[in-house]
């Protein structure tokens, strides 16, 4: 039987869900020490969680933080319109697919209306919330230190969005503002489980969908030939983790781009562009072609126009042909290749990375 998909956002109820008695009925709500312990290990385990409730916004939020729980919460939504559009609007604003939310109340009737609407969303009763930390779906394989602060990360993306929203300059002066850093690091043991993490959870910004588990990743990074290549990224808001992964074969023929993935979330601040021109500057240093692997699948089309963006083509090259025998072919991967030429630094960003020759640049 196929492990069941990992929910990555959990939508709780207010009143006799997360908190013991009814808000506005006048009662004294207290959070159970057991519910306060579900809250925290879930937040710990890089699990998001928000508020969808039937009460006065203002009144129950100033609740939330007198107990001391309202910062593990994102995008509260506390009004009266019907659950199922505020929990819509939540994995719409988190970009997450219904099927990676469940929503957890009191009430029969709310769960079904939710059900209803959003069929792919798991419904969960009151009762249940003690049982929530053993269930298969709110236990990560890997809990990584991107995990840990991933609430973090988000709450500080709202904030950095609503700045831009409010921003009336050109989008490339918004970015400078920003103070953006880039570091392109070689992965370590403690980063392992954050490096299969973006194998696995990225899809759109994926260049083959190719998935690696612990062991292949330290193959590879033990392996003279090999670079794992992790991508970080911060700014004035703060850190946004681990964003990158890059897997290169280098030869004395050419460089072997096997694997790009990066977070769906920094495709906005030139990531991948950034990334991309910095890999093809190192290979012109060392004079050498780049072949770079690009397999579609249903959602990784923006990873094939960046790719040809950064001027990757289907050009018959002599390095191709032996990159092709060495590391072996696959019928659906196309192999692009690129003729290096330096390319300069980027514009809207600081950048620290190291030498493929060991040296640090930047």
Known sequence: MAEPTTVKCLVWDLDNTLWQGTLLDGDDVRIADETKHVIAELDRRGILQAVCSKNDHDHAWQRLEELGVAEYFVLPHIGWGP????VRSIAERLNFAHGTVAFVDDTPAERAEVAYHLPEVRCYDAGQVTELLNLPEFSPATVTVDSERRREMYQAGFRRDAEREEYKGADEDF?????????IGRATEHELSRAKELTLRTSQMNATGVHYDDDALRRLMTDP??????????DRFGP???????????????????LLATSCRVV???????????????AATAGTHLVADFRATARNRMMEIAYRFAGFEDQP????????????????????????????APSTMSLDAVGLAGERVG
């Open 83 to 86: 659950k199922s559009d505020s």
């Open 175 to 183: 970015l400078r503002s920003l103070d953006l850093w880039m570091s």
């Open 225 to 234: 030939e090999h670079e794992v290549l992790v991508v970080t990224m911060g």
């Open 240 to 258: 946004h983790g681990a964003v990158g992964l890059l897997l290169l074969h280098r030869t004395p023929g050419a460089w072997h781009l096997k």
């Open 268 to 282: 906005s601040f030139g990531a991948g562009s950034t990334i991309l021109n910095w890999l093809i500057d190192q």
């Open 317 to 344: 090259c002599a390095c191709h042909d032996a990159q092709e025998a060495s590391d072996g072919d696959t019928a659906d991967v196309q192999r692009l290749h690129l003729v290096a030429t330096p390319r300069p």
